[in-house]
């Protein structure tokens, strides 16, 4: 799990135990206009007093010990009667703790998986998860190799991150279906709460520029969520201007630094295209026979067939 969204939940969650605090105390206050339990207090008050004195007197206190307990015991039961009905807790499983039993709260998670959702670039894909998939019923040549890549690519998402593949690179032209098989394996991954990230390879190089340029002090934070991300997805490989000391220097960079992290890059070019713009240091990070997949997805245009 990413250590820094989990500083971020924790810093939700102890807001949310303050809140807590505060409702509790207010309730209190609130209390102290019923009749019953103002009584009560006041009762105990003036008993401590008695009890105080007839103490220091070396006079029998059984009886005041005894009243002191009993109005102490109707004090808290309506205390909690009262606080219970109000019941502050934002999750009453962990009463805010996001623990139980020493495993994450599901409140915990699902504040988890929201930060990863936001911070994921989904938003910049097609809404599309693996039960959208309806390619069987459309009527194109490659449907069936879709089909079983699909298939492929659910089970590599269930089973993460225990396989081999590190890097999957998905090569077909424009409209053959990668963008919502993307969106597809992005989902997936955000529901198993695995941190991962999507973006186009133009944004990347955008950010790339910005790192080159920046002041040394901002630098990291710009590499970090790139080199972090549990798995890291580059859209449009080869749409990008190649920007001289810039997009390929640090693309090698970026591969290196995830040398042991998954990444899956889609691009319209084909293998011989991406080593002739990238070179051979790029070529041989992404092709890694070991630990690498290629993926061809080819056929028509399923925008345009599904029109
Ligand atoms: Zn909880």
Redesign the pocket.
């Known amino acids: 799990m990413n250590n820094k969204i989990i500083k971020e939940v924790d810093k939700i969650l102890k807001e949310r135990r303050l809140i807590v605090l505060e409702r509790t105390k207010n309730a209190k206050e609130e209390l102290l206009f019923n009749e019953e339990y103002a009584h009560l207090i006041k009762k105990r008050r003036l008993n401590t007093l008695v009890l105080s004195r007839a103490f220091s007197a070396n006079i029998d206190c059984t009886e005041y010990e005894i009243l002191d307990k009993k109005l102490n015991n109707d004090i808290k039961n309506i205390e909690d009667k009262y606080l219970k009905c109000n019941d502050f807790y934002f ?1 009453k ?2 009463r ?1 703790t ?1 623990k ?1 039993n020493g495993k994450y ?4 998670m699902s504040i988890y998986k929201q930060m990863l959702h936001n911070k994921s670039g989904i938003n910049d894909l097609p809404i599309f998860k693996f039960k959208d998939n309806t390619i069987q019923e459309i009527n194109c040549k490659q449907a069936n190799s879709l089909n079983v890549l699909y298939n492929s690519m659910q089970k590599y998402c269930k089973f993460f991150p225990n396989n081999d593949l590190k890097n999957i690179l998905l090569c077909g032209k424009v409209g053959v279906g990668k963008s919502c098989l993307l969106s597809a394996i992005l989902n997936e991954l955000i529901e198993r709460s695995i941190d991962a990230q999507y973006l186009t390879a133009y944004k990347l190089n955008s950010l790339f520029f910005k790192y080159h340029t920046t002041d040394f002090r901002e630098k990291e934070v710009i590499m970090e969520n790139l080199i972090e991300s549990d798995v890291l997805i580059i859209d449009d490989l080869g749409t990008e201007p190649i920007l001289k000391n810039v997009t390929i220097e640090y693309l090698i960079v970026l591969l290196n630094e995830r040398i042991n992290k998954h990444t899956i890059i889609a691009t319209n070019l084909s293998l011989s295209e991406i080593q002739a713009k990238y070179g051979d240091r790029v070529f041989s990070r992404l092709i890694n026979k070991q630990k690498a997949r290629i993926i061809y997805i080819d056929g028509n245009d399923l925008r345009l067939n599904s029109k």
């Open positions: 999750c499983i962990c805010d996001g139980i709260c599901q409140c915990f």
